[in-house]
């Protein structure tokens, strides 16, 4: 089955620095990559997605890329702010019907 | 509030009991998935339903655990005769499907602690 790997497990960046997590997948059949923000306390929350036919998206300090090549996808965060402090997932469909995670980014913005 | 909404937020119990947790989807969508969180990790996908129609079980998903979605709308899981190990967050989400990619819309989460 599909295997998500995330890096780093814990990240902190001064304010107003950029931010990059980065991911792996196995299953070549995943076709679709949601990025998921996770508050304290709340469910996870979609950010930003890719599908498998897009190289990079963008989202105002938001942005994605995906090489399906090598299997790679990655989030990038530009001018940090103190509300982008959370756990970030990355996650890969290898099907319409689940989504498999990674182990998720702690995500610290240092004033 | 439209979202996703799921009831308990918090459940305590001791070791043996049963437990029953309730999701509310997103009104019209026809797809709800549950998930469980443990601390320090990603989500892992432990059912789903189309409609009423329970279509795909993880093998996570003992046989202590139950889930239905009797009406297509919202959705219930049991766990039977807790163990500590069952201890996690229990996560509900929801999607339209309307397409190849459907976006999948996450509760809160109840949060279990079996003592």
């Known amino acids: 089955g599909e295997n998500v790997e995330q890096h780093p497990s814990t990240l902190s960046v001064q304010e107003g620095d950029s931010a990059v997590i980065k991911c792996t997948y196995s299953d070549s059949a995943s076709n679709y990559f949601p990025w998921y923000k996770q508050e304290l306390g709340k469910g996870p929350q979609l950010i930003i997605d890719?599908?498998?036919?897009?190289g990079e998206k963008k989202d105002q300090r938001i942005a994605v890329t995906l090489n399906k090549t090598a299997k790679h996808f990655s989030l990038h965060i530009t001018e940090t702010q103190p509300e982008d402090s959370a756990v970030y997932f990355c996650a890969a469909t290898p099907r319409d019907d689940k989504i498999i995670f990674g182990k998720g980014t702690r995500l610290h913005i240092l004033p | 509030d439209t979202g996703v909404s799921q009831d308990p937020r918090h459940k305590i119990t001791k070791r043996g009991q049963n437990v029953t947790f309730r999701c509310d989807p997103i009104s019209e969508h026809n797809r709800l998935y549950w998930y469980r969180q443990t601390l320090g990790q990603g989500p892992e996908f432990l059912t789903y339903?189309?409609?009423?129609?329970?279509?795909?079980k993880s093998r996570l998903l003992s046989d202590r655990f139950s889930a239905e979605r009797p009406k297509g709308s919202f959705s219930t899981l049991e766990i039977q005769r807790t163990e500590q190990g069952d201890s996690a967050m229990y996560l509900c989400?929801?999607?339209?499907?309307?397409?190849?990619?459907?976006?999948?819309?996450f509760g809160p989460g109840t949060r279990l602690t079996v003592l």
């Open positions: 339903f189309q409609n009423e129609a329970q279509l795909e």
């Open positions: 890719i599908r498998s036919n897009v």
């Open positions: 989400a929801s999607s339209k499907l309307a397409g190849v990619y459907n976006e999948q819309f």
